[in-house]
């Protein structure tokens, strides 16, 4: 290995890092489908207005609308 690992803690570590990055290596040029979108949206406004998640509208169905009312996740 190209570094020494000291202790369990790192050697445990290290390998839950590989195990996360080649269970995600498959999907990296999937594109997002289906209601993916809205969960990226949300991301972007808790990111930005971190006491408001549902505080924007969302053209879903055709029309704007709250997100809290296209989005009723959790129930």
Known sequence: M???MKNSTT?????AV???????APFL???FHIDDPLFLWIAQQVSQH????YGFSVNWYG???PM????????
């Open 29 to 31: 040029n999937k594109a």
């Open 18 to 24: 590989i195990a996360v990055i080649a269970a995600l």
């Open 50 to 53: 971190p006491a408001d998640p």
């Open 2 to 4: 190209p570094f020494e």
């Open 11 to 15: 050697r445990d570590a290290f390998f």
């Open 63 to 65: 029309s704007a609308m």
């Open 68 to 75: 809290f009312s296209v989005m009723q996740n959790p129930p």
